[in-house]
């Protein structure tokens, strides 16, 4: 599953994929996803180390992305060292730390939890349900508290 989440703790958009596919090819259709429904381009994208790569980054910031935090796997030069110890950088990685969170969350409150129905189209179902009754709750803190 690929969950695509904006600021506030809203999950945007959310695939299941197929198999166990590399992460790295999942970050161009979620930002395209982003830029059909909300006219415009993020000003921030973070995500794991799975997700990185030379050509990602540059897709990312080709599309008008200003702050694109990627982190490198494994041993890095001084000079890929350099963006990621910025404190945006290290914010960012926070944010999507943030995410593991929503997902964990999501599944302790049960809209993600033991999946009930049957097959594909029913798991399909059930992340849709759990996903849009996350985004409800999340809201209605966001109402009761401002």
């Known amino acids: 599953m690929w969950l695509e989440e904006v600021e506030g703790g809203i999950v945007s958009g959310y695939r299941i994929l197929q198999g ?4 790295e090819k999942e970050l161009l259709p979620s930002l395209e996803n982003h830029l059909r429904r909300f006219g415009r381009p993020p000003w921030l994208v973070a995500a794991e180390r799975g997700v990185y790569s030379p050509a990602n980054e ?5 599309m008008g992305i200003q702050r694109v935090a990627l982190p490198k796997k494994g041993a890095k ?3 890929r060292q350099r963006p990621e110890r910025q404190g945006w950088f290290r914010r960012a990685r ?3 730390a943030g995410i593991e969170g929503r997902i964990s969350v999501m599944k302790r409150r049960g809209y993600l939890g033991r999946c009930r129905d049957k097959g594909e189209e029913g798991f399909g179902r059930w992340v849709g349900w759990g996903v849009l009754t996350s985004n409800l709750h999340v809201i209605a803190r966001a109402e009761a508290a401002g």
Request: aromatic share 6%; net charge negative; glycine share 6%.
């Open 94 to 96: 926070r944010f999507r």
């Open 58 to 62: 540059e897709a990312a910031r080709g």
């Open 20 to 23: 166990n596919p590399s992460e």
């Open 77 to 79: 030069n001084e000079e």
